[in-house]
């Protein structure tokens, strides 16, 4: 994570870029909740990659013989309630759950600011209109859009992560267009124009790149509520589908047993927990690092 | 000095709501009042549109119909009806009511009261008219007896009668119509029954509340009875172990076992006419199925035991189909499947379709269908099909079934009235293909023939004699897969006495009976 | 002040047709229609048919729309299919039980927020920062579906403190609706035992609906206080040796307050459509279990009912915001 903060400010020259390379990685170890959430997250990304060495086990594989085993050495966090290892279905939810996230919300942030960038750049009445259809789609809450989404189209992973791709959109096209409106008045971008260089060029270009820097912070926070979102979905029957081993499913199939089965539900919600806290104190200390405001 | 303040503020708050705390734990265990709790709302309360079991939890003990199930048995004795004649071509049925009934306003309960109900539920158009479109004329010959035309002779007419659908209805209630609804609007939420029982008070969201209807026939030992709804189990249990609910529904197969060790809490076990079953799509369906040999294949392929064993803990029996076990027609030396992965592998491989693929519909209105859907699976690939999961949301699963739209499929079923119409007609019958029953898409005219002649004859030895064949054939050409009948069961505190079971009323209390 | 309510009170029709339109499109999408549900487990055709016809199904899609707008303007939400009973009768019964719940969690995160945002600005850097801040993020990232049930296993299953389910217990006697909001109406009648219970019932599900607000609060509070606190006139009374803590609540709480309004307009909004999964886990006869149960239903009329009702909801939060925003901030007049 630390190199996506190092090679941000691109607009900046080289001089300066240095200087304020070794301030910010200087801040960034001062602050040890991000630390905490880089080393959390770091710690996921390797058990989602390497989750096959990890564990002997299928995760989709029925046992029913072996039913309900609370957690032993032969499976740590237990089984559930078809026999499969509960361990090993975290550790391939990992690869789910992130890969999901990471998606869902680039994909988001991409569309978001290109759209905002549009918006902010060719100005009035376009820009009007894009932002009165943000307005309602801010309007739903992010929750409900989800689910009236995920019922029309029909209870599935990529339906899911398609009504969080169009909930996240109108939070970048804000931001983008926001600073794209800054940004169209610098000189740079004057100048483009008086060469009589493209719209689509110039935006491109110059609007996008410079954008760009409140909206990483933006997506590293967005992560987190990312996550949490399609384990809600899923926990509510709307998300993943079986057998995948998403950790929402797993918790909303889980929460009946818990007063049995206490290790069923637990250990897919700690799982949920550790990632989203560590995208969010991540994107916390981020924003720190990068709003000016908090520079002192 | 501010923060001294926030910590006397947040102390002062924790010893305030302390103080009431100890007072929430006063008057429980009254011996009037029982609490059960329900786990989901129920939807209209109106018995002419209803198609919904949880509504019938609350409207049975508030209406009276013309005839009733007989204690635990699945024939019915005398209602509001005290004695009633059927002529000779089955066509005609006159009912002789009995005096002094009454609705919870105090008007009585009349022929004309009957007429009224019945034509109201023809009139509204929704799922139990179907059933009573069998009704060609009713007449009103005294305040005291009423006369059913059928359009066709049909045997089972009688036990639908016992059914929630054929609830009367006080006719005031037409004094509530709201633009022509026939007070549609007003009993969804209210009820007008001479039952013992009356909806006195209907919290959304929250609870029933039913008293004593003051000029019901039967005086009942329970005073108040409340229906509370409890969407999640752990904190149902937990109420049921504090003696906080009398009655929890809605505990799965898995913790009943656990539930039933609970101090003051025993569990009611009772055969029930409840079956789980799968349903293959033979006529719109992947081609494999159309082959009798690749559905005997299938049928030896799933672990029966297992199932019963595991997912459902026990609480169910091999189902020995189609007529279960308890229900007049049941054949106990049917044909039955057993789990033999060799046998299964060769009939598959005779079929020529090995290496199928077949998509398994189903969805999360069952709690245990996900565990059976991944069993199956498993179990078919062990013979080499492999099985896809489509997990939908319910209403889409019963377009999907209607329309055919699935390979295979799980599936409940239970009787609304006790007779084996119910199974043999609606399952089999290729006029039925889809929701209404059919959903194996199975047509095969021989079949067909029998059932329907079953269905109008009114000697039950010679109507049992034909389910017999048709029963043969079918389960020679394995339509559905019988995986198991199940066993009612449902926690209740040790202080609950005089409830009784009755297989055609599942979920549905006999109130007035009950004491605390 | 009057461009700025006009400007929204347009936007409030764009948001109307808009969310009606999108919803209604996305209800005609689904496989899986209503008079499937109202037919019955095994309905046959004949009467499917028959239902079909009395909802108007058969109707071309846009005559269905027009309808539906026509009765918006009168106030006729239609009707639900699930209970039917008029979705606006459904929406009043439920709204004020989720207000409440939103109203409790919601004082509960402005308090300690601003408390916790106040500590972590003044104590900046040091350990009381982070611990304060770690607390607050644990509340957005704790899946409230964990938090809600280990909270009943605990306090309700295990410790008896609280309730585990409902608004209010079985047998008390209910407060005439007046508000609908239990604590309120309990009060106004003089009824303490039922005050009293209510609350107990509100404790846990606002305790944790709050804690997921509480984060967003946390970091607005403290990122302002440290503004002020940065101030020359406060560095100069400080300077001049006025107490630290009468300075940060007389001067630098009020001022840093301000732009907190703006995030607890969207948090409120948050909370209200965020209610769901609370009010599923403690069986809070709400809207957002409403919802849920009609979404299990395709019961459309409900779900538009409900969608609309929490935009314009959102809208209106958005306007008071901006118009408390004006009050209270005299640079932005004019």
Redesign the interface.
Same mark, same amino acid.
């Given at each position: 994570m630390n190199t996506q903060t190092e090679t941000q400010p691109q607009t900046l020259t080289t001089t300066q870029t240095l200087s304020k390379q070794k301030i910010l990685w200087y801040r960034f170890k001062q602050n040890p909740l991000t630390l905490v959430g880089t080393g959390i997250l770091l710690m996921f990304i390797v058990l989602a990659i390497f989750a096959p060495l990890l564990t002997p086990y299928d995760p989709e594989m029925v046992n029913m013989s072996e039913r309900f085993e609370p957690p032993s050495s032969a499976h740590w966090f237990g089984t559930d309630e078809v026999g499969r290892d509960i361990l090993t279905r975290i550790l391939y939810g990992a690869r789910l759950s992130l890969g999901i996230g990471i998606t869902v919300v680039v994909i988001a942030g991409l569309i978001g600011s290109v759209i905002g960038a549009i918006a902010g750049y060719l100005g009035k009445a376009f820009g009007q209109f894009i932002m009165r259809m943000m307005d309602i789609m801010l309007a739903f809450p992010p929750l409900v859009l989800a689910m009236a989404l995920t019922a029309a189209l029909g209870p599935s992973l990529i339906n899911a992560m398609l009504a969080i791709v169009i909930v996240k959109i109108p939070v970048y096209v804000r931001l983008a267009r926001s600073e794209a409106l800054v940004v169209r008045e610098q000189l740079f971008v004057k100048a483009a124009e008086t060469f009589g260089l493209s719209k689509v060029w110039i935006i491109a270009r110059h609007i996008v790149p410079n954008v760009i820097s409140p909206i990483i912070v933006q997506v590293t926070i967005d992560l987190g509520e990312a996550i949490l979102l399609i384990a809600t979905l899923g926990f509510l029957g709307l998300g993943a589908q079986p057998p995948m081993p998403e950790w929402g499913a797993m918790i909303s199939t889980g929460w009946e047993f818990f007063l049995d089965q206490w290790w069923y539900p637990t250990f897919p919600g700690i799982a949920i927990f550790l990632a989203t806290l560590s995208f969010n104190l991540l994107g916390d200390g981020l924003r720190d690092l990068l709003d000016p405001k908090s520079t002192r | 000095m501010k923060k001294h303040l926030f910590f006397v503020v947040l102390g002062i708050l924790i010893l305030v709501l302390g103080a009431c705390s100890s007072e929430t734990q006063n008057d429980q265990g009254d011996k009037n009042r029982l609490v059960i709790a329900i786990s989901a709302e129920a939807g209209t309360l109106d018995p002419g549109v209803s198609m919904d079991n949880q509504a019938w939890k609350i409207t049975y003990p508030t209406y009276e119909r013309l005839v009733a199930y007989d204690g635990d048995k699945t024939t019915v004795k005398p209602a509001l009806a005290k004695d009633w004649e059927i002529s000779d071509d089955g066509k005609t049925y006159t009912f002789f009511l009995n005096e002094g009934h009454k609705f919870a306003d105090g008007t009585e309960v009349d022929a004309e009261a009957v007429k009224f109900s019945f034509e109201r539920t023809l009139k509204i158009g929704k799922g139990p008219s179907g059933l009573y479109s069998i009704i060609d004329n009713i007449e009103v010959v005294d305040p005291y007896t009423v006369k059913f035309e059928l359009k066709n002779a049909f045997p089972p007419f009688i036990s639908t009668l016992a059914a929630n659908y054929g609830a009367i209805v006080n006719p005031k209630v037409m004094e509530h119509e709201k633009d022509g609804d026939l007070g549609q609007g007003y009993l969804s939420a209210n009820t007008m029954g001479s039952g013992p029982y009356q909806l006195e008070e209907y919290n959304k969201g929250q609870y029933y509340k039913l008293t004593v209807n003051p000029h019901s026939a039967v005086k009942p030992n329970i005073d108040t009875v409340y229906f509370r709804i409890s969407s999640d189990v752990s904190e149902t249990r937990i109420s049921l172990e504090k003696g906080e609910i009398d009655i929890a529904e809605g505990i799965p197969a898995d913790q009943l076992d656990e539930v039933g060790q609970m101090d003051g809490v025993k569990l009611v076990q009772k055969p029930s006419l409840l079956v789980d079953y799968v349903y293959m799509n033979i006529g719109k369906g992947t081609d494999a199925l159309k082959s009798k040999e690749f559905r005997q294949g299938i049928s030896h392929a799933i672990d029966y035991d297992s199932i019963i064993n595991e997912t459902m803990q026990g609480f169910a029996s091999r189902f020995v189909g189609p007529v279960p076990e308890g229900l007049w027609g049941h054949n106990p030396d049917s044909k039955v499947y057993e789990y033999d992965v060799d046998k299964a592998k060769e009939l598959i491989q005779a079929s020529g379709f090995e290496g199928a693929e077949l998509d398994l519909l189903y969805s999360d209105n069952k709690p245990y269908w996900e565990e059976l859907a991944l069993t199956i699976q498993s179990n078919l690939e062990q013979v080499g099909v492999k099985v896809n999961l489509t997990k939908v949301a319910y209403p889409t699963m019963r377009e999907k079934i209607d329309i055919g739209e699935f390979d295979l499929c799980v599936g409940v079923w239970s009787p609304d009235y006790g007779d084996p119409y119910m199974f043999m007609n609606y399952w089999f019958d290729s006029d039925n293909w889809g929701l209404a029953g059919n959903r194996s898409f199975y047509a095969n005219d021989e079949v067909d023939q029998l059932i329907r002649k079953a269905a109008t004859i009114s000697d039950q030895a010679e109507r049992e004699e034909l389910y017999k064949q048709a029963q043969e054939i079918i389960n020679e050409e394995a339509v559905y897969i019988y995986i198991d009948q199940q066993q009612f069961t449902l926690p209740m505190s040790e202080d609950v006495k005089g409830f009784v079971y009755n297989p055609m009323l599942e979920g549905i209390y006999n109130l007035a009976e009950m004491t605390k | 002040m009057w461009p700025i309510i006009r400007n929204r009170l347009i936007?409030l029709v764009?948001?109307v047709f $808009?969310?009606s339109f999108? !919803?209604f499109l996305?209800?005609n999408?689904?496989?899986?229609?209503?008079a499937?549900?109202?037919?019955?487990?095994?309905?046959?055709? #004949?009467?499917?048919q028959?239902?079909r016809e009395?909802l108007g199904l058969n109707d071309p899609l846009y005559v269905q729309y027009v309808d539906y707008m026509k009765g918006i303007f009168t106030g006729d939400l239609g !009707?639900s299919i699930? !209970?039917?009973?008029?979705v606006l009768d459904?929406l009043i019964?439920?709204f004020p #039980?989720t207000l409440e719940l939103v109203i409790y969690a919601f004082l509960f995160a402005i308090f300690f927020g601003v408390?916790i945002g106040?500590?972590t600005a003044v104590k900046n850097?040091t350990k009381w920062d982070?611990i304060g801040?770690?607390f607050s993020? !644990?509340g957005?990232?704790?899946?409230?579906?964990?938090s809600g049930?280990i909270f009943?296993?605990i306090f309700? $299953?295990k410790l008896?403190?609280?309730?585990?389910? $409902?608004?209010i217990?079985?047998?008390m006697e209910?407060p005439p609706r007046i508000t609908g909001l239990y604590t309120v109406d309990s009060l106004l009648v003089g009824n303490f035992?039922a005050f009293?219970?209510s609350?107990?019932h509100l404790?846990m599900p606002s305790i944790i609906l709050g804690y997921v607000q509480l984060?967003t609060i946390v970091?607005q509070v403290r990122?302002s206080m440290?503004?002020v606190l940065?101030q020359e006139y406060i560095r100069t009374a400080k300077a001049n040796g006025l107490?630290e803590?009468?300075l940060?609540?007389r001067y630098a709480l009020r001022n840093a307050l301000i732009p907190v309004i703006t995030v607890v307009g969207v948090s409120f909004?948050?909370l209200?459509?965020?209610a769901?999964?609370t009010e599923?886990?403690?069986?809070?006869?709400?809207m957002g279990?409403?919802?849920?149960?009609s979404? $299990?239903?395709?019961d459309f009329p409900a779900?538009m009912g409900?969608?609309l009702l929490?935009?314009?909801g959102?809208?209106i939060i958005n306007l008071i915001v901006d118009l408390l925003y004006i009050v209270l901030d005299p640079r932005v007049r004019e």
């Open positions: - | - | 936007m764009f948001v $808009g969310v999108i !919803t996305m209800s999408v689904i496989p899986g229609d209503p499937r549900m109202i037919v019955g487990p095994r309905g046959d055709q #004949a009467t499917y028959r239902i009395q !009707t699930r !209970t039917q009973q008029p459904d019964t439920y #039980a408390m106040v500590i850097n982070y801040r770690f993020i !644990t957005v990232s704790l899946p409230v579906f964990l049930l009943i296993i309700y $299953g008896g403190w609280f309730p585990g389910s $409902g608004r217990d079985l047998f209910l035992e009293k219970n609350l107990w404790i984060s970091r990122s440290l503004d940065n107490s803590w009468f940060i609540i909004g948050m209200l459509g965020g769901v999964v599923m886990i403690f069986n809070w006869p709400g279990k409403y919802v849920v149960e979404i $299990g239903f395709l779900i409900f969608t929490i935009s314009v959102y809208v």
